[in-house]
């Protein structure tokens, strides 16, 4: 699946299916996002290929208190392409969907922070919604995104 942002300055090939999807409802997501939602698809960063001569410039996200949670944009039109996450750190991307050409081949198997989710939207009753974020205990990966994200982390 290739990808790009808003100017096409950047573009990207996933060279394999993503880890995991998920619709997140929470509000920095919405407001990032600029709609009611963000679809993010886990992904390892070796498995995203920049195509062309550019490539995203990255920065700290302000207030996290880690160099591992950042975001990556274009340079020139500002879009964000992914991010990275202090749990997991720079071997694991956050894609986020919307940037993929065909964005809508992609399904989510979770709906997170529904709870400030908005309320014209209904969630399909077959895929699993959480409040918040899946308790401890609670796994919503199959044994082979398992070890594909123990691989990515070195584990």
Known sequence: MDGGCDCGLVRYRLVSAPIFVNCCHCRDCQRSSGSAFAINAMIEADRVQLLGKEGPSSEIDPGEGSEEQGTARCPACGTRLWATHRLFGAPILFLHA??????????????????????????????????TLPGEGETLFDETARSRLAAALGR
């Open 98 to 131: 919307g940037t993929l050409d065909a964005a809508d081949s992609l399904v989510p198997s979770a709906h997170f922070f529904t709870r400030s989710k908005h309320g014209w939207i209904a969630l399909p009753e077959d895929v699993p919604a959480f409040e």
